[in-house]
């Protein structure tokens, strides 16, 4: 196993960030999908993972919501790490209990929007805050009520996701992760099953968010021109690493390396 | 033929009477076994595994009747004595949950991983994923070959007679031992096990799987 003993069993200071990843690394047998990544988000940022297929970005999301677990590094969430528990003074993997424990700061949301089938939209939103955080039904009906209105789908609360389409079931999935309260809100590739026409509803649900909220966000997109407008950092992932990382006007406007002008015109052609 | 009914439709009817109890029993007892052995083939432990695997293998690798006088005659020996009625939906609901366990595996497995992943998210427990999110699921994927596998344990129950279980097969073999009208008795049985299977437990399976349809919104 690989030897923690360098890194911290918490981060303190005065800016301690709400994510930080510390030289994690993950790997499917000799297959590398993350190699060696530093990254740390501050509160209340909004950063952008671009890049091409395979190279990585979702799985950054995917360790964070603890779906993969991490085979080196530690990743911290809020200070404390997500990843790792400490026992006897060194950091060790976490189990289930601490993973839950870490898992309440998080909220995600799927390119496949995974709304529970069986449930009404506003059943959806509830599931969570009753099962899991414990709130009456009452309470949790009020709060999905305000998430539902948030996100323009109040009228639609009480149909199953068979009835609703891709951007509007999105919306819902949206609702949902929001009503667990999280402080980090991760979008994994959400608007890329959706038709044109719709990507708007959901991309602007976003921008509100945004605007609005002092949510720290972590989105992994193929829309430029919306990470360009909604991030204050925009990481451009290649091969598991980050290649190049900015804000959007550097990044989209004047990239430094030859991959991430490569992949920027390559997008540019495709639309 | 009308004539023979009017005689023995008591008796007729006293056996049906019991093969409808001991399908009752058999079948909740087959589902409680299916969902045990049907999680625990999925346990992450091997031990557990290796049970749920033990128990399948057994059950459906050997012949019911086997199983039934095993359970009847081989028990008592060991000093376990049970009476033949229970002994009879024992025996036919342990076999049922070996299928039954191999059903709820296959349909926890067609849940999408999407599902698990954003329970995953929303913080719940492995046991709140379960109960809430994947088990429900499961169950609509599962009804229709339930509803086979609840024919057959229909049809299995007349092996109960076997050990004296005043079941429709027990009465009906009784009656052609006394009158040798072998034809009108076993017709008669014939047509009262299609009866139960085409037309009572059938509409059943149908009602059941319209119901959950409409829990999924998809009806």
């Known amino acids: 196993m690989q030897d923690l003993s360098a890194l911290p069993h918490e981060l303190t200071g005065n800016t301690v960030p709400m994510i930080s990843f510390k030289s994690v690394r993950k790997a499917y047998g000799d297959l590398v999908v993350i190699n060696d990544l530093d990254l740390d988000i501050q509160v209340g940022e909004t950063v952008s993972i671009i890049g091409p297929s395979g190279s990585g970005k979702t799985t950054v999301l995917r360790m964070l919501m603890t779906l993969e677990d991490v085979n080196g590094g530690v990743i911290y969430v809020d200070g404390k790490p997500l990843t790792h528990m400490v026992k006897n003074g060194k950091l060790v993997p976490a189990n289930e209990r601490h993973l839950r424990k870490q898992r309440v700061n998080i909220g995600m949301c799927f390119q496949h929007f995974n709304l529970f089938p069986h449930m009404t939209a506003i059943e959806n939103c509830m599931e969570g805050p009753v099962q899991v955080l414990g709130l009456s039904k009452s309470e949790a009906r009020e709060r999905s009520e305000e998430l539902l209105e948030l996100v323009g789908m109040i009228d639609k609360k009480d149909q199953h996701p068979a009835r609703l389409s891709g951007g509007q079931q999105q919306r819902v999935a949206i609702a949902r992760a929001l009503a667990m309260r999280p402080k980090v809100m991760l979008f994994d590739e959400v608007t890329s099953a959706l038709d044109p026409e719709v990507i708007g509803e959901v991309t602007n649900v976003i921008r509100n968010l945004v605007a609005e909220h002092n949510l720290t966000m972590l989105l992994v997109t193929h829309q430029m021109g919306f990470a360009r407008d909604i991030s204050d950092r925009v990481c451009f992932f290649f091969g598991g690493k980050i290649e190049e990382q900015g804000s959007p006007d550097q990044l989209f406007g004047n990239p430094q390396r030859e991959r991430t002008r490569q992949f920027l015109s390559a997008v540019r052609e495709a639309i | ?219």
Not at chain 2, 17 to 29: E, H, S
Request: glycine share 10%; hydrophobic share 55%; with cysteine.
């Open chain 2, 1 to 219: 033929m009308l004539d023979f009914l009017v005689l023995y439709w008591p008796r007729l009817l006293s056996g049906t009477g019991i093969t409808i109890a001991q399908f009752l029993a058999a079948a909740v007892l087959g589902v409680a076994i299916s969902l045990v052995f049907g999680l625990a083939k999925l346990s992450s432990t091997l031990i557990v595994r290796g049970i749920a695997t033990t128990y399948i293998e057994v059950f459906r690798g050997t012949s019911l009747v086997v199983q039934l006088y095993w359970i009847f005659f081989v028990l008592p020996l060991f000093g376990l004595t049970i009476d033949n009625f229970t002994a009879g939906y024992i025996a036919v609901g342990m076999n049922i949950g070996a299928y039954g366990a191999e059903l709820v595996r296959g349909g926890i497995l067609s849940v999408p991983k999407g599902q698990w992943e954003a329970a995953v998210a929303v913080n719940m427990s492995g046991f709140q994923r379960m109960r809430r999110i994947i088990l429900p699921q499961a169950l609509v994927n599962m009804l229709p070959p339930w509803g086979n596998l609840m024919i057959e344990l229909l049809k299995g129950t007349a092996l109960v007679s076997l050990i004296s279980v005043g079941d429709l097969m027990f009465q009906a073999r009784q009656i052609n031992a006394s009158t040798f009208l072998s034809a009108q008795v076993f017709g008669a049985a014939l047509i009262i096990y299609y009866i139960l299977a085409r037309f009572m437990l059938t509409p059943c399976m149908r009602w059941l799987e319209r119901v959950m349809a409409r829990k999924l919104g998809r009806a």
